[in-house]
């Protein structure tokens, strides 16, 4: 079983930028794909960025430019650098791992296996 952690949630100001941390365990980090989500009030949970085996990322439209992706498969970490915020990225961001080998990360929730508990981002205007 598979434990995803998520860190370094908070408030920011609008343009401000916050890095999230997600730490894994319990089992080989470096086999799995792992992925954010976020998800805001009244809203369904949508993809953020996802990362593969070897470090390939793949974000959403409004993020791409200002967030990045990175994994440190020492440290059993995912990254997720928050640059430019703005407020429409208030939310509850979650971090996932699905395990797979191959392709881009998938951008489907449904498809990855385990789940953090999430961590809140307010960005004021």
């Known amino acids: 079983q598979v434990r995803v952690v998520e860190s370094g949630g908070g408030l920011v100001q609008a343009g401000g930028s916050l890095r999230l941390s997600c730490a894994a365990s319990?089992?080989?980090?470096?086999?799995?794909?792992m992925g954010w989500f976020r998800q805001a009030p009244g809203k369904e949970r949508e993809f953020v960025a996802g990362?593969?085996?070897?470090?390939?990322?793949r974000y959403s439209d409004p993020v791409k430019g200002r967030f990045t992706i990175s994994r440190d498969n020492a440290k059993n970490t995912v990254y997720l650098q928050m640059n430019s915020l703005k407020p429409e990225d208030t939310a509850v961001y979650y971090c996932?791992?699905?395990?797979?080998?191959?392709?881009?990360?998938?951008?489907?929730?449904?498809?990855?296996?385990?789940w953090g508990q999430g961590t809140q981002v307010t960005v004021s205007s």
């Open positions: 319990g089992g080989t980090f470096s086999t799995y794909y």
């Open positions: 996932a791992a699905e395990f797979r080998s191959r392709g881009v990360p998938d951008t489907v929730a449904d498809e990855y296996d385990y």
């Open positions: 990362i593969s085996l070897n470090g390939y990322p």
